[in-house]
């Protein structure tokens, strides 16, 4: 039978001749007991004793390498950073844009299209905290989940000019300040600081793999050969000894499973925001084409978001966004109109991680605005509306992807509009720690 079952693995293209020399444990339990006591320390034991030795000895080689794995800024980087946004602006693409700012540099291009026709604007969001303070690790955990400020400039062609505006025909400043950013950024460092920590206090399919490897050798010497191989290689090796079987390096499950873990710690840190929105438009925020229009507008708003997270960071999340501000306008054009206003909206999120670094967000709410100061002047300059939007963000590569947002007025003389937004954030470094686990 022995001979039957041969005979069909290698009809099959199988290793006969490894599969004919895999021993069960009780048949090598001598061998390894044998290895064990020649090793410094004299141990006794089985075949199981000679593995865990001998995995605890690799993951203790890692941890005191340069290779061993470490948390990167690219690990602790957000990913559900808004990026450049042109909040407020017919260029919008979230139908209730967050304050999670993003971590060094983001920039967006869109094209909106209205009432009055196409728009451009181009929006940078930079955050001084990584710009001016660094990009290691901890700054990354802590501070670039705290605030940035994004500019907004129209390249649209025909827009009209306006002189006191260094010539743009509109200029926006964007603040974000994340309140819960610092602590959630401690706790996120610990976090992951524990998991890599657990990584190299035990690795089960490594045991598998160096017991697997033992088993498949012949006998006593090719044992002995294949620990002392294990035990003097240096990090990354694959020794011949052990048939090219077992790599000193974290298995490549281990390493899977830390990488989700980490995953969602970090979808941990960025699942809740509360601070500040804070806006202002010099010109027509609209990008419209009458320069009668144009005004200068603070907003000082406050937002909050929760995302509710699910067993894996895989899989699909909902959360709800909520922001309310007070608006004030003084028009250029119009002696003594100023316009107070409280604005805001509402609204949910689904998502989902597709990658380390990327996911995909579909987003639908309300957005209104209501005044009751001078009608005549508000009805031309900022009229009250309720509008329904939603927003549709897919990832491209890297730190790119796309977003499509639609505006839908229900009440108010306000225009809807469309766009198509392709945005771009800096990933940061992740150094060789992503690469580990082949």
């Excluded at 199988?14 to 021993?23: D, E, T």
């Amino acid at each position: 039978m022995r001979e039957v079952m041969l005979a069909l693995v290698a009809l099959a293209g199988g290793p006969v001749a490894a599969w004919a020399q895999v021993r069960t444990a009780e048949e090598a339990n001598p061998d390894c007991a044998k290895v064990l006591a020649e090793l410094p320390g004299k141990f006794t034991g089985t075949c199981t004793t000679l593995s865990a030795l001998l995995t605890t000895s690799i993951l203790d080689k890692i941890r005191n390498s340069d290779e061993a794995p470490a948390v990167t800024p690219r690990l602790v980087q957000s990913v559900r950073s808004e990026g450049a946004t042109a909040t407020g602006t017919p260029a919008q693409a979230e139908a209730v844009p967050s304050i999670q700012p993003t971590a060094v540099a983001a920039a967006s291009l869109a094209a909106a299209g209205t009432d009055s026709g196409s728009k451009t604007i181009a929006a940078i969001s930079l955050n001084p905290a990584t710009l001016f303070g660094g990009t290691d690790t901890a700054t990354v955990a802590k501070w670039s989940r705290v605030g940035d400020f994004t500019l907004l400039v129209p390249l649209s062609k025909e827009s009209p000019g306006v002189a006191d505006v260094v010539g743009l025909r509109y200029l926006g400043v964007r603040g974000r300040l994340n309140l819960t950013g610092i602590t959630a950024g401690d706790g996120l460092l610990d976090e992951m600081d524990e998991a890599f920590r657990d990584v190299l206090r035990q690795d089960q399919a490594l045991f598998e793999t160096v017991r697997d490897a033992l088993l498949a050798l012949p006998n006593e010497a090719a044992m002995r050969q294949c620990a002392d191989a294990l035990l003097d290689g240096e990090v990354g090796a694959a020794p011949p000894a052990c048939k090219g079987n077992v790599r000193i390096d974290v298995s490549r499950a281990t390493f899977n499973a830390l990488l989700d873990k980490v995953r969602l710690v970090r979808e941990k840190a960025d699942a809740r925001y509360f601070g500040l929105d804070l806006r202002l438009d010099v010109g027509d925020p609209t990008l419209g084409a009458d320069p009668d229009n144009d005004v200068t507008a603070f907003s000082f708003g406050l937002a909050y978001g929760q995302r509710f997270l699910r067993a894996h960071a895989s899989d699909v999340t909902s959360a709800v966004r909520l922001r309310l501000a007070a608006r004030y306008t003084d028009p250029k054009h119009v002696p003594d109109g100023v316009l107070w206003a409280v604005e805001g909206g509402g609204g949910l999120e689904l998502s989902r991680l597709l990658q380390s670094d990327q996911f995909a967000q579909f987003s639908a709410g309300l957005d209104f605005r209501y005044s009751g100061s001078d009608e005549v002047v508000r009805d031309r300059l900022q009229p009250n509306f309720l509008a329904a939007r939603g927003g549709l963000t897919v990832p491209l590569v890297g730190g790119a992807s796309i977003s499509l947002g639609l505006n839908a007025p229900l009440t108010g003389d306000v225009s809807p509009s469309l766009t198509a937004n392709i945005n771009w954030g800096l990933l940061l470094s992740s150094g060789s720690t992503m690469d580990r686990g082949r």
